[in-house]
């Protein structure tokens, strides 16, 4: 049947808002075309897309439920659902609709509730469905691994590892190079340029350690055999599994001995770095989302910052980009180290000069984890799946503790919480400093 011309204005309003990000008014559309087409499953699976990227996903939930009744079941459907439900914490739920959806970001998703459930083994082979993925921009295209793709490499064969995913990524998965580099033969590990001199320096306690080299420096070059950095835990297998706790990267220039790079004129007390925004803001819709999602309001980085000065910390902004600018705009005037925050050789130098790092989820956390640096996150209720479920620790970081909202958008709780620990723990660290 012919769509009719107030059905097709409603659709054509849908796809202007989408265009915009604007996701509460494109669902708002949707259901305006619902009211005139309440069977349309199409429709119903387009208003749930729209509320997931707006962060409702019970409402999403319900309207995913909608479009399954509606019609056979869609694979963009099952992994809508699914993603709601891993987005409401409901993991083991989430985990046969993305099965039987079974198309490559369906897979995808399978990883990430695998990892949340802490089954590593499948969650690394169902990862490997990424390469798939329409939007997934490879440094280099398959085959990985040489001709072959899949056999072992010649001893002396040169083996390029290249990033991929944002700095965190790279960061986490870091912990499986090290097993990598007991073969013979050469490993180049390609990088974002202002990753080069973190990993050059963070790994050179290594017996054989990596050849660092940026992406900018490889455009052109061929190379044989390679692969992506996050594919390595499937390749490798468990039985190169790293141990936990995470720690990889660390280096004699990274020392509190070292010339400060800590802001002069200091207040007495606990040294705190502090990030309150996540990144990547506008590179795609869920990215987006999660940029809203895991940031800190403007309330709730005064309440931050205002509690942890109330306890004596001196607050050390770490913060990169336009979003530095907030703790200013609030009337905070906090004293900014000496650095180049783009640089995160620079940045691993401040870290190892904290007492402590505060953070939302971003690559700052990761950086901290991997260092062995004390870290406490902030975390949304609907975390990412690799910080698990109602946790406090971390098994892929041991120096990094977990503060969650506990409800959707609740930062008050999770940074009261955080601000409870932060008296206790200042008090044992002063304690320990007067009995040395």
Known sequence: MAESEPLLACLRRAAAFERR????????????????????????????HALWLADLPQAAETAYRQALACSAPAPAALCGLANALRDLNRFEEALPLYEAAGDAEAR???????????RHAE????????????GWSPFRPAPFWGAGGEGELDADQPLWIWSEQ????????????????????????????????????GLAWMAAPPRVVSKDTLTFQPLAAHGPLMSLPHRLGPDHAPAEGGLCLR?????????????????????????????????????????????????????????????????????????????????????????????????????A?????????????????????????????????RWLRQREDSPWYGSLRLFRQSATGDWASAIEGLLGAFTGWSAAAAAHRSSD
């Open 166 to 201: 944002g700095f965190g990524d790279t960061l986490q998965y870091l912990r499986w190079i090290p097993a990598l580099a007991r073969r013979p033969g050469p490993l180049h590990l390609v990088v974002e340029a202002n990753l080069v001199r973190l990993l050059q320096e």
């Open 353 to 385: 000069q904290l007492d402590l790092v505060i953070t939302v989820d971003t690559a700052l956390a990761h950086l901290a984890g991997a260092m062995g640096a004390p870290g406490w996150i902030l975390l949304p209720w609907s975390a990412d799946p």
């Open 108 to 118: 995808w998703g399978l990883s990430q509730v695998l990892i949340g459930l802490e």
């Open 251 to 351: 280096s004699p220039l990274w020392s509190t001995a070292g010339p400060s790079l800590l802001p002069e004129g200091l207040p007495e007390g606990p040294r705190v770095g502090l990030v309150w925004a996540s990144g990547r803001k506008r590179e795609d819709p869920f990215t987006h989302r999660e940029y809203v999602k895991r940031s800190l309001t403007p309330l709730a980085l005064w309440q931050l910052i205002a509690g942890l000065q109330g306890a004596g910390a001196a607050v050390i902004p770490l913060q990169y980009g336009h979003d530095g600018e907030l703790a200013a705009a609030l009337g905070f005037r906090l004293p900014a180290p000496r650095l180049d925050l783009g640089d995160f050789a620079h940045l691993a130098r401040v870290v």
């Open 123 to 134: 969650a690394f082979a169902a990862a490997e469905a990424r390469c798939a993925l329409p």
């Open 21 to 48: 990000h604007a996701w509460i008014a494109a669902a708002a559309a949707y259901g305006e075309a619902l009211a005139l087409e309440p069977g349309d499953g199409r429709l119903w699976g387009n208003l749930g």
